[in-house]
């Protein structure tokens, strides 16, 4: 049997990792500046985390959510404080579409609705319900097409026209666009959003998966805007690699037995790698150290030549050139060994480990230094 052949792949095969480093399987060294896409938070390998991991599942690795699982309070306590949504409910799921699904869901329940609004170059995953969601045609299967979603600009009376038509449930938003090209609707756009929905009674979804969990600088990214959000989904850096993803849900939301449910979701595994990334990102002080990062590589990058922008916000940023970056990209892997995204045919995406240093941005800035140069001199 082969695989389905879905994804393009590298020509580099890691076999160990440690923080911000990678080795192949002949023991080539890489500088990983893109966190497996934005799933490593506290460093690959990171010590405390593989104890945690070993010592829980010498223990027990799996029940189901028919028992008494401590360490999901355990997790939901931990994650209540330092995101500072301590009076919000936590439901946990396996992956972030999944946790999106269910934000849509319960607010359709909450609300009685049917429509959503999302933003144009939105991605929120690859279900049923959130590929609806996502503003790319090709990967909508017509079984996937019948959701009931508008697609708007970051524009407020645009909004405001959808919501007059009755029958919104929920706007949907990433307070930083990934796939999108780490594009940021304004704070200012943000709070007004926040405004019109609560005005309307209309749910405001908070997709914090690949922006969230300390990349921005703050615990949430939407937390730069001074808002709250009703519902808030994450996944991605959760787990540093362990599948985990959940909502936090609003106290204004009623929970009933059956109303949503999964067999793998908060599973003993799953919660003590979620447990182990937020006790390493409280004792290194890892959403500081994002927030620095991000500050150091504006004021470098700002003074290179061939770069239109540089935008985002702690360790989630973007490059954008005034030229398709797709051979700088393959030259920064294979010329320089180090690992980077990128987002539609123009701009590169770091999404680094929040363990990431200075000297490891410097290596990228010197490699990057030697490209633009060379593209220069022709």
Known sequence: ???FDVYPLMNVTPVKAKDCILWDENGKEYLDLYGGHAVISIGHSHPYYVEKLTEQVNNIGFYSNSVNIPIQQELAEKLGRLSGYDE??????????????????LASFHTGKDR???????????????VALTDNPKIVAPFNAHHKVSFVDFNID??????????VAALIYEP???????I????????ELRKVCTENGVVLIADEIQCGYGRSGKFFAHQHSDIKADLITMAKGMGNGFPIGGVLISPEFEASYGLLGTTFGGNHLACAAAVAVLDVIEKENLIDNAKEIG???????NRFPMIKEVRGRGSMIGIEFDFPINELKNNLLTKHNIFVGYAGTNVIRLLPPLTVTKAYVDK???????????IING
């Not at 409910?89 to 946790?99: I, Q």
């Not at 930083?176 to 780490?182: F, R």
């Open 1 to 3: 049997m082969k695989l």
């Open 88 to 105: 919000y409910t936590l439901f946990l799921v396996n992956s972030g579409a999944e946790a999106n699904e269910n934000a849509v869901k």
């Open 116 to 130: 959503v609004i999302a933003f144009k170059g939105a991605f929120h995953g690859r279900t049923s319900g959130t």
């Open 158 to 167: 645009e909004v405001k026209e959808v919501i007059a038509g009755g029958d």
């Open 176 to 182: 930083i666009q990934g796939v999108g090209g780490i």
């Open 184 to 191: 940021l609707p304004s704070d200012e756009f943000v709070q």
């Open 295 to 301: 500050e150091y590589v504006g004021i470098e990058l």
């Open 364 to 374: 990228f800035i010197d490699a990057l230094q030697t490209e633009i140069n060379n």
